[in-house]
């Protein structure tokens, strides 16, 4: 690869995004974006019954690490509960893609926020407390730390 700061996992998920497009029956929709660098993650999510992600699909308007970033969440996501999708945090995508340059290690958190807002919008939709998403994520953090 040469000189490229990216690794071939990076390159493969950018160059073949996994679950890209439209979710036509999204029943969790979360938008993020990073004015500063202008990227724009979008994610849907079919969520079961069962609170089980059926399946996933995003859109990212960015660089080849946010659209990386989120092929690679999306790959993550399919077939596990909303509370092991909450757990995904932008350090697991870092270290399923081999690692990010510096410099964009934004655009994982990015999808790490994309995957708590559909979560958030799953919440609001099916009328649920959105609080246990908060709760849910502190207490992977406390995990963490």
Do not use: W
């Not at 934004?106 to 979560?119: D, K, N, P, Q, T």
């Not at 709760?135 to 992977?140: C, D, P």
């Amino acid at each position: 690869m040469g000189m490229s700061p990216y690794s071939d996992k990076v390159m493969d998920h950018f160059m073949n995004p996994r679950n890209m497009g439209d979710l036509a029956d999204a029943n969790a929709v979360g938008e993020v974006g990073n004015p500063a660098c202008g990227d724009v993650m979008k994610l849907f999510m079919k969520i079961g019954d069962n609170e089980t992600i059926e399946d996933v699909k995003f859109k990212t308007f960015g660089c080849g690490a946010a659209i990386a970033s989120s092929s690679m969440a999306t790959e993550l996501l399919k077939g596990k509960k909303i509370d092991e999708a909450i757990a995904l945090t932008n350090q697991a995508i870092v270290n399923a893609l081999d690692g990010l340059p510096e410099s964009k290690i934004h655009c994982s958190v990015m999808a790490e926020e994309a995957v708590e807002a559909a979560l958030v919008d799953y919440y609001n939709k099916a009328g649920k407390d959105v609080a246990e998403i908060e709760k849910m994520k502190a207490a992977v953090k406390a995990t963490k730390e």
